[in-house]
T-cell receptor, first 111, second 113 residues
Framework: QKEVEQDPGPLSVPEGAIVSLNCTYSNSAFQYFMWYRQYSRKGPELLMYTYSSGNKEDGRFTAQVDKSSKYISLFIRDSQPSDSATYLCAMSGNRDDKIIFGKGTRLHILP | DSGVTQTPKHLITATGQRVTLRCSPRSGDLSVYWYQQSLDQGLQFLIQYYNGEERAKGNILERFSAQQFPDLHSELNLSSLELGDSALYFC????????????FGDGTRLSIL
């Protein structure tokens, strides 16, 4: 079993829809959870990070962590064509641990 | 713009050769991380330096080495290159105390012919 599992997609949704992106993980020691967005030919850009369980909201983005289920989600409200990118989940055990990335989900927002 | 600068953007070389990739972290960041991204393996952690000292090692091959200089920039050296080393190489940086998320540069695309 891989440490972090993420559906590669592609996921295509119409503009304005709510997008749900998810990852599962196996290591119960993970405490920091991150979502990165990566456009083609660019580096990953940090969108959100959370510590332990719970929700965090930033504009149109909401991150959720359910440690009991080892499941994290990123919701994008009112999706825009500019949201089309690859979304990578990432997690680590503590500040000094290496970050383990999912392989990313390709998202296409259709105008 | 993340503030992390990587050069060159693209490198084309042949098998058996050696290359050096360079990274300048964000101003004030003490940690530098190197990652390799390929289509089949995703983003893989290679190595971390903190204020000039090696801090953590990931899946880095013995043919690869890195260092961080007193001005905090870092170099990743790849030698005896093989076709399978073709990938995107990213550098990320983060700050010092407390949890600090990593910020990535735009990478160096390495093509081995």
């Amino acid at each position: 079993q891989k440490e972090v599992e993420q559906d590669p997609g592609p996921l295509s949704v119409p503009e304005g829809a709510i997008v749900s992106l998810n990852c599962t993980y196996s290591n119960s020691a993970f405490q920091y959870f991150m979502w990165y967005r990566q456009y083609s030919r660019k580096g990953p850009e940090l969108l959100m990070y959370t510590y332990s369980s719970g929700n965090k909201e930033d504009g149109r983005f909401t991150a959720q962590v359910d440690k009991s289920s080892k499941y994290i989600s990123l919701f994008i409200r009112d999706s825009q064509p500019s949201d089309s990118a690859t979304y990578l989940c990432a997690m680590s055990g503590n500040r000094d641990d290496k970050i383990i990335f999912g392989k990313g989900t390709r998202l296409h927002i259709l105008p | 713009d993340s503030g992390v600068t990587q050069t060159p953007k693209h490198l084309i070389t042949a098998t058996g050769q050696r290359v050096t990739l360079r990274c300048s972290p964000r101003s004030g960041d003490l940690s530098v991380y190197w990652y390799q991204q390929s289509l089949d393996q995703g983003l893989q952690f290679l190595i971390q330096y903190y204020n000039g000292e090696e801090r953590a090692k990931g899946n880095i091959l013995e043919r690869f080495s890195a260092q961080q200089f007193p001005d905090l920039h870092s170099e990743l050296n790849l030698s005896s290159l093989e076709l399978g080393d073709s990938a995107l190489y990213f550098c990320a940086s983060s700050g010092g105390t407390g949890y600090q998320p990593q910020h990535f540069g735009d990478g160096t695309r390495l093509s081995i012919l």
